[in-house]
């Protein structure tokens, strides 16, 4: 299986590159996506790069419904590039007002295969954490190769998350994320601890440049069931195209059944 994680810098008048609106960026956006038709079985993309992870004054300004025109430019884009997309996450807001940190991800015919509500928001007492709403359901998307569970940035610090996805199928976990500079080692770290424990290939996609004065991380990273480390992006905007193997997942659990010996928590039934 192939795919294309694109690592998209938000902030567009950094360096040599001119101011971009949100608009513009979904324009630029979709056609990276459909520049992947032929490479890629599955695309990726960061955390709110509509507007930035950290720009928390955007977050209700440019805040738009579940089928607003994010929705529609990257149902065109998987459509038009023939590819699953998971089409990063949106600042979304509910008819009833609140606001959720919403991933979206396309089938290759542009229909909306599911929505995920980030669970784990980010920021303590401030920012994300206070003017998102959490999610509360686990999401996981079958495709013919592979069951993809699907996560975003913050989720990755909480492994119990990824058990119960694991424990709906999930054999290739996404990582959607805008994910700070100064903490990009904890980054592959966990990445690589997430893809260990659960046997697990780990697409983790990572936003660059700079969000609202926040340095973002960039190393995008794929990582399969063993730990090792397949492809790692650099700091500035790049696709990182990787291939996998999805049968390795199920081979790797056979070879070394360490899921089954689990004891508490969400653990199958031993037999």
């Not at 190393?219 to 905007?237: C, F, K």
Request: with cysteine; proline share 6%; aromatic share 8%.
């Amino acid at each position: 299986m192939r795919a294309s994680l694109i690592q998209i810098a938000v902030n567009a008048d950094e360096g040599d590159k001119a101011a971009e609106s949100v608009n513009e960026r979904r324009g630029r956006v979709s056609s990276l996506v459909r520049e992947e038709s032929g490479r890629a079985d599955l695309v990726v993309l960061p955390e709110l790069w509509t507007t930035g992870a950290f720009a928390y004054d955007l977050f209700a300004e440019e805040a738009e419904p579940l089928e607003g025109p994010t929705f529609a430019a990257m149902s065109k884009a998987a459509s038009d590039a023939g590819v699953w997309l998971h089409a990063g996450s949106i600042p979304e807001r509910d008819p009833e007002g609140p606001l959720y940190n919403t991933a979206l991800i396309f089938s290759p015919d542009g229909e909306l295969a599911a929505a995920y509500r980030k669970i784990h928001r980010f920021g303590f007492d401030k920012g994300e954490a206070v003017l998102m709403s959490a999610g509360e359901e686990l999401v996981t998307v079958p495709l013919p190769e592979t069951v993809l569970g699907v996560s975003t940035c913050y989720d990755l610090r909480f492994p119990e998350l990824y058990r119960g996805l694991v424990d709906r199928g999930a054999e290739t976990l996404l990582v959607s994320a805008g994910w700070p500079e100064r903490r990009r080692a904890h980054w592959t770290l966990l990445a690589q601890a997430r893809a260990v424990e659960n046997q697990a290939y780990v697409l983790a996609c990572a936003g660059a440049g700079t969000h609202a004065g926040v340095p973002q991380a960039g190393h995008s990273i794929v990582v399969d069931p063993w730990g090792e480390v397949l492809a790692q992006a650099g700091a500035g905007e790049e696709v990182l195209r990787v291939e996998f193997d999805p049968a390795r997942v199920a081979t790797t659990r056979e070879q070394f059944p360490a899921l089954k010996d689990r004891l508490l928590g969400l653990a199958p039934p031993r037999r």
